[in-house]
Every structure is written in structure tokens, then in C-alpha cells.
């Protein structure tokens, strides 16, 4: 079995959207970026208790290995001005274990590792950098349009770019995987993709 990524993930894709039909790609891939930012800020912080209910439990594990791995080091991953510049779906499935969406995502950010106690740093630099991201969420799971659109205290209108407060009631909506069932199952750097 190859480790390449499907050719074209319209079928997955096409599969997900008639089982689903309230799934919407843009929105989906929105949440993803939000999702990815705060992934990388979790890190930066070196605190993933905001992020814990987006990862899967291995992509967890890594990432707080990864933290512990800085903390023992003295060390802060920096991602300044971290921004994504493309998300692609490079791959899409439907099958009896749930659905799957890889976006490749490309970002630009000044990376480097910072010390934690002189305030130092270690080289690092303005630069493009490509991963994959896996999502995932069980064969049951739909996308609820009431969720999607609406307070669930009030009723109001969301209006899903403008953050997770409803600007009625002021109630915290839920996060972008609660509604819909999706969880980072697994973060590639794009070089271990090529096959």
C-alpha cells in the first residue's frame, strides 16, 4: 500500500458532501486554519489544555512531547507572525471508519526557538513552510446546521468568522470541532509526504 496521497479528492470529497449534505468545504477549511493557529499557539505557549479536545490522542501525545522535549531544553518555539498563505484538500475519504480530509497547508512565520531564561534565541528565520493535516471524525458524524448557524442559548444568527461569542447573548459557542465531529488526526511536514 502506497503512502502517497490520492491523485484527486473530489471523490472522498463527493462521498462526504452525500452523506453529509450539510458539509461545506469553505467553512470546513476556515475551521481548520483556526484550528491550525491555535495549535501552533498552544505550542508556542507551551499549554495545550485549550487545544486538547481538537487532537487526536496520538497527535496529543506528540505535541506534549514535543512541549516537554522545549521545557527541559529552557526552550520557546516561536511562530511570529504566523499566517497560512494556501489550504488545499490533498486528500478525502469516506469509509467505514469515518471520514478523512488532508489539507495541505502552507504558511509563512519567522520560526525560531527562544530561550526561555537569558531571552535569547536560536537561529531561525523568515520562511514558507508546508504540512499536512489530517482530519478526522467518526462514520456517524454529520454537520448540524443548527449548530452551524445559530446560537444554541438565543437562537441568534453566527456568524462563523467573527469568533466563537455569540454578539446577542454573549454566550461562548462551542469550538469548530464540537459542532461538527472533526479532530486533527495527524500533522506531517509536507517532505515526509513525498513518495
Same mark, same amino acid.
Given at each position: 500500500m502506497s503512502a502517497a496521497l490520492p491523485a484527486d479528492p473530489a471523490v472522498g470529497l463527493g $462521498?462526504?458532501? &452525500?452523506?453529509?449534505?450539510?458539509?461545506?468545504?469553505?467553512?470546513f477549511k476556515r475551521q481548520a486554519v483556526e484550528t491550525f493557529l491555535a495549535v501552533k499557539d498552544a505550542v508556542a505557549s507551551q499549554d495545550l489544555t485549550g487545544v486538547v479536545e481538537s487532537l487526536s490522542d496520538s497527535v496529543y501525545d506528540d505535541l506534549r512531547l514535543d512541549v516537554m522535549s522545549l521545557?527541559?531544553?529552557?526552550?520557546?518555539?516561536?511562530f511570529d507572525g504566523l499566517a497560512p498563505t494556501q489550504v488545499v484538500v490533498a486528500a478525502?475519504?469516506?469509509?467505514?471508519?469515518g471520514d478523512a480530509i488532508t489539507l495541505r497547508? $502552507?504558511?509563512? &512565520?519567522?520560526?525560531?526557538?527562544?530561550l526561555a531564561r537569558e531571552g535569547g534565541f536560536a537561529p531561525g528565520g523568515p520562511?514558507?513552510?508546508?504540512?499536512?493535516?489530517?482530519?478526522?471524525?467518526?462514520?456517524?458524524?454529520?454537520?448540524?446546521?443548527?449548530?452551524?448557524?445559530e446560537c444554541p442559548n438565543c437562537g441568534a444568527p453566527i456568524d462563523v468568522d467573527t469568533g466563537r461569542i455569540c454578539?446577542?447573548?454573549?454566550?461562548?459557542?462551542p469550538a469548530p470541532h464540537a459542532q461538527t465531529g472533526w479532530?486533527?488526526?495527524?500533522?506531517?511536514?509536507?517532505?515526509?509526504?513525498?513518495?
Open positions: $462521498q462526504i458532501q &452525500a452523506a453529509d449534505p450539510a458539509f461545506d468545504l469553505e467553512l521545557q527541559a531544553r529552557d526552550a520557546v518555539q516561536h478525502a475519504d469516506r469509509g467505514p471508519q497547508i $502552507q504558511a509563512v &512565520a519567522m520560526q525560531y526557538l527562544g520562511g514558507m513552510f508546508t504540512e499536512y493535516w489530517t482530519f478526522t471524525r467518526p462514520p456517524d458524524a454529520t454537520t448540524s446546521a443548527a449548530l452551524r448557524f454578539h446577542y447573548c454573549k454566550t461562548l459557542l479532530v486533527v488526526a495527524a500533522i506531517t511536514p509536507a517532505q515526509e509526504n513525498l513518495g
